[in-house]
């Protein structure tokens, strides 16, 4: 039965659209509603506990895990509840101390066979679906209060770092004890069903629609004709599937990963005097320092390209930087969507350039 579940459910729609906050000085607290927790840098799961049946993790691509310490240790817990069923919202990361690790050191613990590594799995908790197969439409900050009171005394699956702020001030200190000294990704902040997330610096996920064949000294063009590649095309999805420009990259990207990004030219769908025009399939994560108005070009994609079908005022990224791919991003509205520029950016920037 279990697995005629697995078959028809995905876990896709559960994952809240987020907005972005630019800086700490934008959140709007409001008192006893507002909920701001900790991120990590994992992997967002769906959980099912079932004290008659199977208890698992599932994954965006369907990998169900069923068996390892911080599982068993959430199971243990959840046996001592009077319910016997609960669907959870979790993120599977991992942790050295006190201390959660990056994405990629997640990936290689988690995929590994050492009993050690694994150890090291943790489970955040950050949202409760249904307990007993009824949803629970309780206000955030109940759910997380009720979570914690679950798993009390677990080291390994516990309710991620939250706080209820009244002034601005509560948000700086949490901020600084979790992000800046333990080194979580960044902040979800709730105001019931409006979330947003805020992260050190501005960064998003964007796909690479193309790649760039020359820069205004010729440069790229020459390595290219040497096999390497220096500075990708970046773009955004609209909620119609239009491909919006964000803006190009080439910071990050060092000699060894040119010369691998060459073989994006296998995936090219057309060529002109600047670009390289490839199959949209590669997001890649790219941190910025600041946002500046643009006049951007919108794409709908063909197997034969790109076609121009509009342009629109959006922002294009200060001094972008690679910071890595992400294999478990799709080219999709809601992976690589216009939603993930902080609001009012337009507008602000805007404003400075009138100062």
Known sequence: MIEDFMLDFRIDHYKPKMRVYKSLSDVAIIPDLT??????????????????????????????????????????????????EAELLVELFAMEG???????????????????????????????????????????????????????????????PYIQPKHHIDLETFWKIYVKKLGYEG?????????????????????????????????ALKLLEQGYVTSLHLAL????????????????????????LYQLLDFKVAEDENKIWIKPFLVANVEYTEL???????????????????????????????????PDKQPTPQDVGLNQIPENALLREKNYENL
């Open 35 to 84: 909920v701001a927790q900790v991120k990590a840098d994992g992997e967002f799961n769906y959980l099912r506990y079932e004290r008659n049946g199977e208890t698992f993790t599932l994954n965006k691509w369907g990998r169900k895990r069923m068996d390892f310490p911080a599982l068993n240790e959430l199971k243990e817990a959840l046996s001592r509840q009077l319910f016997t």
């Open 98 to 160: 006190d201390k959660p690790l990056k994405l990629p050191q997640f990936i290689h613990y988690v995929k590994s066979k050492n009993p050690q590594l694994i150890e090291k799995i943790c489970i955040g908790v950050w949202d409760i679906i249904s307990i007993d197969g009824k949803p629970i439409n309780e206000n955030h900050a109940w759910k997380l209060q009720e979570a914690t009171n679950w798993l009390q005394g677990c080291q390994k699956a516990f309710v991620l």
């Open 187 to 219: 902040l979800v902040i709730r105001h019931n069903s409006q979330i947003y997330k805020l992260k050190p610096k501005g960064e998003l996920d964007a796909v690479v629609i193309a790649i760039n064949k020359k820069t205004g000294y010729g440069k």
């Open 237 to 260: 999805i609209n909620e119609n599937g239009e491909f919006v420009e964000i803006g190009d990259v080439a910071s990050g990207i060092d000699l060894q990963l040119r010369k691998a």
């Open 292 to 326: 500046f108005p643009s006049e951007n070009k919108v794409y709908r994609y063909t197997p034969q390209g790109y076609i121009e079908t509009a342009k629109t005022n959006l922002v294009r990224l200060r001094h972008p930087r690679l910071f890595r791919f992400r």
